[in-house]
Nanobody, 127 residues
Framework: QVQLVESGGGLVQAGGSLRLSCAAS????????MGWFRQAPGKEREFVAA????????YYPDSVKGRFTISRDNRQNTVYLQMDSLKPEDTAVYYC????????????????????WGQGTQVTVSS
């Protein structure tokens, strides 16, 4: 079972940028579809970005489209989330998620689609 470790969170002013990383223990990350989610205090976990396992197709909700970019480096077993033009409402704990996927070209947008999660990294955007 792959294990995930997020890093790169922190405090940033509105309009700033952060790059989150998700390091995976598996040597076969290319067999996993990956996603990022976030959860703010008192709110449900929210989908942020998804990427297919090897075709690198991506998908975003409207709330982050054009500001966030998910990418992956399967040789380095790492997935990234570049976050630009950050807003105070982006403040949350960000989680990386993985799903072993035998379907080329699929991405997944709900938390129940994933069965492996990282511990999360805090992102705080000040106004």
């Amino acid at each position: 079972q792959v294990q995930l470790v997020e890093s790169g969170g922190g405090l940033v002013q509105a309009g700033g940028s952060l790059r989150l990383s998700c390091a995976a223990s598996a040597s076969s990350l290319s067999t996993y579809a990956m996603g990022w989610f976030r959860q703010a205090p008192g709110k449900e976990r929210e989908f942020v970005a998804a990427i297919t396992r090897s075709t690198y197709h991506t998908y975003y909700p409207d709330s982050v489209k054009g500001r966030f970019t998910i990418s992956r480096d399967n040789r380095q077993n790492t997935v990234y989330l570049q976050m630009d033009s950050l807003k105070p409402e982006d403040t949350a704990v960000y989680y990386c998620a993985a799903r072993r996927d035998y379907n080329e070209g699929h991405y997944y947008t709900t938390s129940s689609d994933y069965n492996v999660w990282g511990q999360g990294t805090q992102v705080t955007v000040s106004s």
